[in-house]
């Protein structure tokens, strides 16, 4: 049995959602050495969150952003804004999406659907540099 957890610091990104698979993975090279397994991806935020959708049209990104900011728009009544008015509604929205998910490894690869990758989903307007922890169980 394998026990791998090494913590990566993604790229600082603006409010949006992000296709953050191939940066996690060129942080982890570790994983080629995996033939079964499980990785756990944990942000350590509470303002971002993190989701797995489909990876190759751009639209979906533009789609879910546009969605959320309607569902859960910037507003002055929240009484939790000491960072501006994107404060709550980004710790809402982290809530919803969640801050950590569970992949399978297969041989050395995550072991995601054809259209698959995994999205960094930043809620607040300005840029941040977001940490996740990886977390792999495995053998080789």
Not at 103 to 115: D, E, H, V
Request: with cysteine; aromatic share 8%.
């Amino acid at each position: 049995m394998i026990y791998i957890q090494k913590e990566i610091t993604l790229k600082s990104h603006s409010k949006g959602i992000y296709l953050i698979t191939s940066e996690i993975l060129s942080d982890l090279p570790e994983i080629n050495n995996i033939r079964v397994g499980i990785a756990n991806i944990f942000l350590k935020h509470t303002s971002a969150s993190l989701s797995i959708n489909e990876n190759v049209s751009p639209e979906v990104r533009i789609d879910m952003q546009n969605f959320l900011d309607k569902l859960i728009p910037n507003e002055k009544y929240f009484q939790h804004n000491y960072e501006g008015e994107d404060d709550m509604p980004a710790h809402i929205k982290t809530s919803l999406f969640g801050n950590s998910l569970t992949i399978p490894i297969t041989y050395g690869r995550f072991n995601l659907g054809t259209w698959q990758g995994i999205y960094l989903c930043e809620h607040r307007i300005n840029s941040h540099r977001r940490k996740i922890v990886v977390t792999i169980i495995g053998s080789e």
